[in-house]
């Protein structure tokens, strides 16, 4: 540390010391407006550099010198006028596992900025001891992502000098204890008014459309097209706690599912049947509905319904009888199966959804194909004629409410027939199963599954 040198006044002086160095911890006193420190008894001799350089020279003797360093002159000038503190100094949870800083500039005083240090377990002990520090001459402080333990904050006030800094002793502190603020929230069907909770600032989101209907058979004789799942969406939004977010779910196929102006549309319904027709399509959506067969000739499988994202299958044609695994199927080209959106309708929350409705089969020998599995449409169930199915088959043929998912294509026979969630009657058309609704998850904090 550079020393300043003060001369010490008085005549002789030859017995004792040409200076006396006051330490960085010298006792002082302030009396009458002045500091003082102690000094040992007796006098000094004159001051003289290394060089031989007399830096006082003075014809009664008063040419010795009191040294003292700069930073027991910079202690004393803050002891003496002192660097003004922050007052109001407060921590609190801004949103998950962030803190906000609040305090007050001081208004008279010597003042340029606060230096903050952060630590975890215990107060910081000087300007640099802890994981964090941040400076500003603002009032407010909102940190980033922190670790849920108790976290210290000590505030040191500072003044800007040619050299550098001058800091206080820090004697503002403050503790607080992290926490997370985390949540979700999934709205169905309807409409209405989200308040995004208190703490909560930026949110992730998904939204999935309704799921288009099987096809309508006007026909006994074809296949319909199996629903396209509805579209699906994800990302973030920036909010702010209190904000009232506009949302609807759709009940049925067409509208959109809508959350802050953001759309998810619905899956398009399968394609309805005609006698002797030649084609007949599965859905658009999420994914594909899977493709109906046209015309009657034969036995035919519908496609399976697209998933993840993917397009639908096209219509298969079974033939029974050939050795030697007494039957085969092959892939027709007379169907045209729905197109998929082409990315991941699996959410971050790990739900598959907008699964593609299996397209309708044409049979006039055996009963097989069509019904819409709405979530994953591995297979479309199998029905043989004169076997009774399982209720949770008939189930499958319609789309799954919330997941989006598109409705399964009416399966035909030669002799007709309804079947679960299917309306018939003599004087009107096969009614396809409905596509399922789709739905809006909302998540928060940790359960955005993000890393953060």
Excluded at 12 to 40: C, H, M, Q, V, W
Excluded at 282 to 302: D, L, P, V, W
């Amino acid at each position: 540390m550079s020393n300043v040198f003060i001369p010490l006044g008085g005549a002789g002086g030859k017995n004792r010391g040409n200076s006396f160095y006051i330490s960085d911890t010298a006792p002082t006193a302030e009396i009458l407006g002045r500091i003082i420190t102690p000094l040992p008894a007796g006098v000094y001799k004159k001051f003289v550099t290394p060089d031989g350089q007399v830096v006082f020279p003075s014809a009664d003797g008063g040419d010795a010198v009191v040294s003292m360093s700069k930073e027991f002159l910079k202690k004393q000038a803050i002891k003496t006028f002192g660097i003004a503190s922050i007052t109001n100094f407060s921590l609190s949870m801004f949103a998950h596992k962030q803190v906000r800083l609040t305090w007050a500039k001081p208004d008279r005083g010597l003042f340029s900025g606060i230096h903050f240090v952060f630590k975890y377990g215990s107060m910081p002990t000087s300007e640099t001891d802890g994981f964090m520090v941040y400076d500003s001459a603002d009032v407010h402080y909102e940190t980033a992502r922190l670790e849920e333990r108790e976290l210290f904050v000590r505030a040191y006030s500072y003044v800007t000098v040619k050299d550098g800094r001058w800091y206080d002793e820090g004697a503002v502190s403050a503790r607080i204890t992290v926490t997370g603020i985390s949540g979700s929230v999934t709205l169905s069907t309807g409409a209405g008014t989200w308040t995004v909770p208190d703490g909560v600032r930026k949110i992730r989101y998904i939204l999935v459309g309704h799921g288009g209907n099987g096809g309508v058979g006007h026909s006994n004789s074809s296949g319909t097209g199996g629903g396209g799942g509805g579209y699906f969406t994800t990302g973030y939004l920036d909010v702010t706690p209190g904000q009232q977010i506009n949302w609807v779910v759709p009940s049925s196929q067409g509208a959109a599912t809508s959350f802050a102006g953001i759309v998810a549309n619905s899956g398009t319904n399968g394609n309805d049947s005609y006698y002797m027709q030649n084609v007949v399509y599965g859905g658009n959506g999420g994914s594909g509905g899977g493709a109906g067969q046209g015309r009657y000739y034969g036995g035919f499988i519908g496609g399976d319904g697209g998933v993840n994202g993917g397009d639908g299958g096209q219509a298969m044609y079974y033939q029974r009888n050939v050795q030697p695994h007494g039957y085969v199927v092959s892939p027709t080209q007379n169907n045209t199966a729905g197109i998929g959106q082409h990315t991941s309708t699996t959410g971050f929350n790990g739900v598959l959804y907008s699964g593609g409705g299996c397209g309708g089969g044409s049979l006039k020998t055996v009963q097989e194909g069509g019904g819409g599995i709405s979530v994953d449409s591995f297979f479309a169930p199998r029905l043989y004629r004169n076997t009774s199915p399982r209720p949770e088959e008939y189930a499958k043929a319609c789309g799954v409410n919330g997941l989006g998912g598109g409705g399964g294509g009416y399966k035909m026979s030669s002799t007709g027939g309804g079947d679960y969630n299917y309306d018939e009657s003599s004087s009107g058309p096969y009614v396809a199963s409905p596509g399922g609704a789709g739905c809006i998850y909302v998540a928060w904090g940790s359960l955005m599954n993000d890393g953060t």
